[in-house]
Each structure stands twice: as structure tokens, then as C-alpha cells.
């Protein structure tokens, strides 16, 4: 049993995208937490997290599309469920490009399908809905953005998550109206990284998959400076999120869970750090590319609010999430992935 997240002992928590790389996390820590874990996504894509774990000790997996409206309503009308974490999307920005309509079916109409559904049936008292650092109208400046700074979104992904706020927005104003005791909080993180993350053209990812298979990683926008972050911090704001839910406090509409100002790295600096913590590393290749998309320069969050209403901090700086992320990936190679998602998730919250 995890002493830190009693509050989830013995109730019903439903993760949508709990087949993806931070709902394999969540459900995990949930289950280790004495929840009973409902999920509700895609099939797991090959090679994922999810697909390497024979048995996460979820009690039930329902393969839906969020975009299918129908096929939700049939769900919550059957359902009912002590509170729900919204993951589900389409969470890449370069597949956002190629993908847009998609990404806005799934990112908007999808997250106002589940939201409009679990309201109308009445079958959750709250839903915490992830959305991302991407949210803000970036104008490259080295502050953090706090929750009340304007939104926006240049790429298809970033103003689909945007989007994905406003939709939150009105349902937290259709919940005072149609349902009161429904409540509803967006929570933005930054680039997150961790053991078990396969995504394409994702930074740490891809440093990966060069070292396993002994060539060098080509480097794209080296001098971009991210929120770094290790999945467990801001999964840990979420479910801080919740257990005040849980509790019935009155709490701000979103927060942001971001790390400290010593993870204000650049892509570079964090590449050529995990290399020099994986022996046998090749390396890096910085290879300017001219016809690479456009990718915000540097985006930073402001977590003051959480840390001061929520008395969340993050436990992590950027070295120690690469660390952490590379002994995930050792321990999981001479033991079985689901041993490694242990070991660290006890460390993390405290094992009884």
C-alpha cells in the first residue's frame, strides 16, 4: 500500500488512455494505491509500455474510441465511477501535422464527448483532464506561465489542447448549471520523461533507442529549452488533484505541476547528460535541418499555484528524472518491466 495516497484506497477510478505511456504509470500507481482501476482507451500501440506489462492489476480495460459519442454514452450510462483522469489524445506535436483533423477530433470533440457524458449520467462526481505546458500563447519569454495567462497554439497539437481548455471551461460552467456536484480541473505539465516512454520523436525516447542499438541520436532543435520533468511529479500533482476532490475542497479551476529553474536545459544539454549516463553511448549528431517543423524555442511553466494551494512540489530536477529514467531502463532489461515500475513507484510515494 502507497502511505502517501490513502485517499484512493477501496474507490473507483476509471483512467482514460490508461494504454499510453503515462496512463500505464497512473494505473499502476493506482492499483498499488488499493484502487480499483478502470481504463478506457485505444488498443495499446506494439511495443508500448502498456504491451510489455502482462498485468498492471487494473480491473477491467475497455478499447473505445473518445471520438465514438455513442459508444460513450452506452459506457457511462453503465458505469459509475469515484472520479476520473482524462488522458486520452493525441499527445504528439509533430504527428499533429500531419494529423490535424484527427488531432482536433480527438483532443476537442473527444474530451467534450467524455466530459458531456459522465455529466449527464451523473456518473462520476469529478474528472481531472490533462492537457499540457503547450497550452499558453508562447511568446519565448523565460518566466513561467501561470494558470491565467492567455492560451493559444501556433501547431495543430498546441491549439488543440488550447482548445481542450475552453472545452473544459464550459463544462465546469455546464456543471454549475446541470449538475452542481460535478466538478471538473485541467492540470498542464511539461515534457515529460520516464521509463518505458517509446514515442517517436520524443527527446529521451529516441537517445534510447540509439543507445540499445549502438549508433548516434540525430539531435533536432538543440538549443530549445522544456519544462523537463520525471513522469512521477506531475502524476503526482494529478493525483493531489484528486484527493482534494475526494475530500470536497473548494480548489482552484487548473494548475500547473512544472520543475524547478536548475531544469531550465536545452535539448543538447540534456542529450549529452544521458549519454554520459549510459556506457557505450555513441552519442549525438546535431544536424540542422531547414525543413524540419517549427517547434516553440522555449516554454516554461510556473507552478507557484500548486505549490502554494495544493502544497505540491516536484520532487525531481532534470538530471535526476535522466537518471532515473536510465536505471528504469536497466532494471527493466535484467528484470521485468513491471518489477522496475514497482521499485520506483515505492520509492517515490513510500511503500507500507
Given at each position: 500500500m502507497l502511505t502517501q495516497l490513502s485517499d484512493y484506497s477501496g474507490k473507483k477510478i476509471l483512467i482514460t488512455g490508461h494504454t499510453g505511456f503515462k496512463g500505464s504509470w497512473l494505473s499502476r500507481i493506482l492499483v498499488l494505491a488499493g484502487a480499483h482501476v478502470y481504463g478506457l482507451a485505444l488498443a495499446p500501440e506494439d511495443g508500448s509500455l502498456y504491451k510489455k506489462i502482462s498485468d498492471l492489476g487494473i480491473d477491467e480495460s475497455s478499447y473505445i474510441d473518445i471520438r465514438d459519442r455513442l459508444a460513450l454514452e452506452k459506457y457511462f450510462k453503465e458505469n459509475l465511477f469515484?472520479?476520473?483522469?482524462?488522458?486520452?489524445?493525441?499527445?504528439?506535436?509533430?504527428?499533429?501535422?500531419?494529423?490535424?483533423?484527427?488531432?482536433?477530433?480527438?483532443?476537442?470533440?473527444?474530451?467534450?464527448?467524455?466530459?458531456?457524458?459522465?455529466?449527464?449520467?451523473?456518473?462520476?462526481?469529478?474528472?481531472?483532464?490533462?492537457?499540457?505546458?503547450?497550452?499558453?500563447?508562447?511568446?519565448?519569454?523565460?518566466?513561467?506561465?501561470?494558470?491565467?495567462?492567455p492560451?493559444?497554439?501556433?501547431?495543430?497539437?498546441?491549439?488543440?489542447?488550447?482548445?481542450?481548455?475552453?472545452?473544459?471551461?464550459?463544462?465546469?460552467?455546464?456543471?454549475?448549471?446541470?449538475?452542481?456536484?460535478?466538478?471538473?480541473?485541467?492540470?498542464?505539465?511539461?515534457?515529460?520523461?520516464?521509463?518505458?516512454?517509446?514515442?517517436?520523436?520524443?527527446?529521451?525516447?529516441?537517445?534510447?533507442?540509439?543507445?540499445?542499438?549502438?549508433?548516434?541520436?540525430?539531435?533536432?532543435?538543440?538549443?530549445?529549452?522544456?519544462?523537463?520533468?520525471?513522469?512521477?511529479?506531475?502524476?503526482?500533482?494529478?493525483?493531489t488533484v484528486g484527493s482534494a476532490l475526494i475530500a470536497s475542497k473548494q480548489i482552484s479551476s487548473a494548475f500547473n505541476f512544472g520543475p524547478g529553474d536548475e531544469s531550465k536545459l536545452t535539448v543538447q544539454q540534456m542529450a549529452e547528460y544521458a549519454c554520459a549516463q549510459w556506457e557505450g553511448s555513441h552519442g549525438i549528431d546535431l544536424i540542422e535541418d531547414k525543413n524540419s517543423l517549427p517547434e516553440s524555442g522555449l516554454l516554461w511553466l510556473s507552478s507557484n499555484l500548486a505549490i502554494e494551494e495544493l502544497g505540491w512540489r516536484n520532487r525531481f530536477e532534470a538530471k535526476e528524472a535522466i537518471r532515473w529514467t536510465i536505471d528504469w531502463e536497466r532494471e527493466s532489461m535484467n528484470s521485468a518491466p513491471l518489477q522496475a515500475l514497482d521499485h520506483q513507484i515505492n520509492d517515490f510515494f513510500g511503500a507500507k
Open positions: 469515484d472520479g476520473v483522469f482524462h488522458l486520452a489524445a493525441q499527445p504528439l506535436v509533430i504527428k499533429s501535422y500531419s494529423e490535424p483533423i484527427e488531432t482536433f477530433e480527438t483532443n476537442v470533440i473527444g474530451t467534450a464527448n467524455l466530459l458531456h457524458s459522465i455529466m449527464v449520467n451523473k456518473s462520476a462526481p469529478w474528472a481531472v483532464v490533462v492537457t499540457t505546458d503547450k497550452v499558453y500563447k508562447n511568446v519565448e519569454k523565460m518566466d513561467g506561465y501561470s494558470e491565467n495567462e492560451l493559444g497554439g501556433k501547431d495543430p497539437y498546441s491549439a488543440s489542447k488550447a482548445a481542450t481548455e475552453m472545452v473544459v471551461s464550459a463544462w465546469q460552467n455546464l456543471g454549475e448549471l446541470q449538475n452542481p456536484t460535478f466538478k471538473v480541473v485541467s492540470v498542464r505539465a511539461g515534457n515529460v520523461i520516464g521509463g518505458g516512454d517509446t514515442a517517436a520523436n520524443r527527446l529521451i525516447p529516441d537517445l534510447i533507442r540509439g543507445f540499445l542499438s549502438d549508433q548516434k541520436t540525430v539531435i533536432r532543435s538543440p538549443q530549445s529549452i522544456r519544462p523537463w520533468q520525471h513522469v512521477l511529479d506531475p502524476l503526482n500533482g494529478y493525483l
